[in-house]
């Protein structure tokens, strides 16, 4: 496993929508380790693949003590919304308050093409909007 380099606000991959995996393999299993390790060295709670660079709809989380990470997510947001702040590993040194949805409901895929699906609230979902965010091209400033 390998630390990446996290890309930061100016760099157009963060402003790009990310492609489809369409390849469940060794390579897509080795990015989710790697992204997994430069989160936790970085001191992040979610990571995206566009932020180390990789232009797939990709993303993982580590949320006390609960880890893991979706292929190809697709998010829907309850109607409750939630305040709160967020600062973002690709625009170091800011943190911004933005509302969010209390929950969020996630399905995709693991990194073996099973499929995934699960509930979020509060943090957590706010993590799930935040990274889901990043696939889409978009920075929560």
């Known amino acids: 496993m390998s630390i990446l380099r996290i890309r930061t606000i100016g760099d157009p991959v963060l402003r790009t929508p990310a492609q489809e995996v369409t390849q469940f393999d060794d390579a897509l299993a080795a990015l989710v380790r790697d992204m997994l390790e430069t989160m936790y060295a970085v001191g992040g709670v979610g990571l995206a693949a566009p932020q180390v660079g990789v232009g797939l709809r990709v993303f993982t989380w580590g949320i006390d003590g609960d880890e893991g990470h979706v292929i190809n997510p697709q998010l829907s ?10 600062g973002c590993l690709s625009v170091p040194g800011y943190s911004f308050p933005l509302r969010r949805g209390e929950r969020a409901e996630v399905t995709g895929y693991d990194w073996d093409g099973n499929e995934i699906a699960f509930s979020a609230t ?3 979902a706010r993590c799930m909007q935040h990274e889901y965010d990043h696939l889409n091209g978009f920075l929560y400033v």
């Open 77 to 86: 947001m309850g109607e409750e919304p939630q305040e709160g702040g967020e």
């Open 122 to 124: 509060g943090w957590f």
